[in-house]
């Protein structure tokens, strides 16, 4: 079960941060991810992080328009992902949802690779 907060009102070039809180098992590679959606729009890729037990470190991808303003991160004590959001416009409003794919730590952009989803946070960016 995934649970996101954070979402909320912003002004143009303001920041927020997302947060996205994990239960129960994950297994020892897994990559978490933010998608956003707009009304009336596809479901869009944001950022992911993966990880696995060996590494020292982790992968992370970012789609093109988020690149230098969004920054995506992991505590993997507590299986939680976040998102910091700098420099927000107004075309990033949109609702805001975590995902989990626990089958390994290939990050993938699309959204039927991963198994489980949390509710939405709404992140609403004023001009």
């Known amino acids: 079960q995934l649970q996101a907060s954070g979402g909320g009102l912003a002004q143009t070039g303001g920041s927020l941060r997302l947060s996205c809180a994990a239960s129960g098992r994950t297994g020892s590679s897994y990559v978490m991810a933010w998608f956003r959606q707009a009304p009336g729009k596809e479901r869009e890729f944001v950022a992911a992080i993966s990880w696995r037990s060996s590494w020292r470190s982790s992968m992370t991808d970012y789609a093109d328009s988020v690149k230098g303003r969004f920054s995506i991160s992991r505590d993997n004590a507590k299986i939680t992902v976040y998102l910091q959001m700098s420099s927000l416009k107004p075309e990033d409003t949109a609702d805001y949802h975590c995902?989990?794919?626990?089958?390994?730590?290939?990050?993938?952009?699309?959204?039927?690779?991963?198994?489980?989803w949390g509710q939405g946070t709404q992140v609403t960016v004023s001009s």
């Open positions: 995902a989990l794919d626990t089958a390994g730590n290939i990050i993938s952009r699309n959204v039927g690779r991963y198994d489980y």
